[in-house]
């Protein structure tokens, strides 16, 4: 049995993970640190994508946005002779 283990099948291990070691810790990819040591082509990078956002954002079609449909109607009727305050249907 390793010496990890201890009692039976299915237990949990004697000691927490190995660290890690610095020449593993070397070998390991560091995004952020990468990016700092290329700053000049991360800035370029990131110019180039807005730019192309940009012209794509220009070339959508009108279609793409939802047409609007406002349903308001103004109905203006006209009764000759009677006043505004009279109205229609009030015989006053």
């Known amino acids: 049995m390793s010496p990890e283990y201890s009692g039976t099948a299915g ?5 927490a993970t ?3 070691t610095p020449a593993e ?9 990468w990016t700092l040591q ?5 800035i ?3 110019v180039l994508i807005t730019l192309f956002g940009v012209i794509s954002y220009g070339r959508l079609a009108q279609s793409e946005d939802p047409p609007f449909t406002f349903k308001v109607m103004v109905v203006t009727t006209y009764w000759p002779g009677a006043t ?6 009030r015989g006053e």
């Open 11 to 15: 237990a949990a291990p004697d000691s």
């Open 18 to 20: 190995p660290a890690i």
């Open 25 to 33: 810790q070397a070998h390991r990819f560091n995004l952020s640190s």
């Open 38 to 42: 290329h700053q000049p082509l991360v």
């Open 44 to 46: 370029f990078l990131l």
């Open 84 to 89: 505004a305050r009279q109205g229609p249907g």
